[in-house]
């Protein structure tokens, strides 16, 4: 008989983490510091709405001279955590450096409201985006974001063809492509994902649109379990007339594999811009 899975367990990243519960307070003092040094040099608009609600606003950071097009980071948290778009400024640090400007929005959790609702609210969140930057544009996330930014290159995505067109490149960052085990989680008791919903907000398992490029990215040393739902959506879209790919990237885990973005040499940042 086979063993029964602890769902819980498997989605447990921090636990499994040396110290994996003090990064939070690190991503605020790096977030804080870079957001200082844009505010000195006027290049922060902080606060942009993109909708009603409180948390329907994104910071964008803008860079000096050429504009290269527009990368936007959504951040993770399983949809339901305290995090906002200040927690994460820091990670704008690589693709800035390389002339990008960078958007990062927060967006209502769960369980005020669904993954659904969070999915139509970064799209709204990327075409208000859109309209401040022109050019290409760059979609990246972490976990439940890496969720995120996949669904929005589905053919069922909540973007308007004109900024799907737009987009040049995807990177998920240790996505959730499969919502469906998430069901089986404690977790469920905030997000009340029901089987319909997992099914229609899974990116593994919906169609990507057509000429998507994509790389799904993962820490060589995360939960056996994201590093299954990276190899997964690359597994899956192989099929479709996309570029698909997964990287498992040596010695990193859940909580580190996203500082490759507040670095302008690291390959994550260079995959995410096509240098």
């Not at 200082?36 to 001279?65: C, H, V």
Request: charged share 25%; proline share 6%.
């Amino acid at each position: 008989m086979t063993e029964a899975i602890d769902w819980d367990d498997a989605y447990s990243n921090f636990a499994y983490i040396p110290d994996g519960y003090g990064y939070p307070a690190k991503w605020v003092v790096e977030a804080q510091k870079f957001r200082d040094e844009m505010q000195q040099k006027t290049l922060l608009k902080s606060d942009i709405s993109y909708g009603a609600r409180e948390r329907n606003r994104f910071d964008l950071f803008m860079p000096w001279g050429d504009l290269k097009g527009l990368v936007v980071f959504v951040h993770g948290g399983y949809w339901m955590e305290d995090f906002d778009k200040s927690n994460w400024s820091h990670l704008a640090r690589g693709p800035h450096a390389h002339g990008f400007a960078v958007a990062i929005p927060s967006y209502r959790l769960c369980p005020q409201v669904r993954i659904s609702d969070i999915t139509v609210e970064i799209g709204q969140a990327i075409s208000h985006a859109a309209a401040e930057v022109p050019g290409p544009i760059h979609l990246t996330g972490h976990s439940a974001g890496g969720h995120l930014v996949a669904r929005m290159v589905t053919a069922t995505s909540p973007l308007p063809q004109a900024v799907r067109q737009r987009i040049r490149k995807t990177v998920a960052i240790s996505p959730i492509t499969d919502l469906r085990p998430l069901m089986k989680t404690e977790m469920n008791d905030t997000l009340h994902l029901d089987a319909i919903e997992a099914r229609l907000e899974s990116p593994a398992l919906l169609e990507p649109q057509e000429g998507t490029d994509l790389t799904a990215w993962v820490g060589e040393l995360e939960r056996p379990e994201f590093r299954r739902q990276n190899a997964l959506l690359a597994n899956i879209w192989s099929g479709f007339d996309c570029r698909i790919d997964a990287v498992e990237e040596p010695e990193r885990h859940h909580a580190n594999i996203i500082e490759g973005l507040a670095d302008a040499a690291h390959p994550l940042t260079h995959r995410l811009l096509c240098l």
